[in-house]
Nanobody
Framework: QVQLVESGGGLVQPGGSLRLSCAASGILFSIYTMHWYRQAPGKQRELVAMVTRGGSTNYADSVKGRFTISRDNAKNTVYLQMNSMKPEDTAVYYC???????????WGQGTQVTVSS
């Protein structure tokens, strides 16, 4: 019933751009804080960006100035615009949704992003 489906991953050259999308269904999307996480080979999962129900955003230091998270509540979708991409951005990217005060959260299946020349 609850689904988060990422799309937009793929292969991109260093310096290039990519936009990830995460479409949610089965939840009241507008009340959820949305997150993008990533996990690179041999490294632990890290929080990349988040956007609250009120539109406040936060970013990992490694992506500040390059990545932008946004949400479209009418489309139940959160986006991650990635610019000036670097090889170290290579990872599986995961969408996450969590409501304030909830013990539960929801995860997408992940989408592979590879930055390579």
């Amino acid at each position: 019933q609850v689904q988060l489906v990422e799309s937009g991953g793929g292969l991109v050259q260093p310096g290039g751009s990519l936009r990830l999308s995460c479409a949610a269904s089965g939840i009241l999307f507008s009340i959820y804080t949305m997150h993008w996480y990533r996990q690179a080979p041999g490294k632990q999962r890290e929080l990349v960006a988040m956007v609250t129900r009120g539109g406040s955003t936060n970013y990992a230091d490694s992506v500040k100035g390059r990545f932008t998270i946004s949400r479209d509540n009418a489309k139940n979708t959160v986006y991650l615009q990635m610019n000036s991409m670097k090889p170290e951005d290579t990872a599986v990217y995961y969408c996450n949704a969590k409501a304030m005060g909830s013990a539960y959260d929801y995860w997408g299946q992940g989408t592979q992003v590879t930055v390579s020349s």
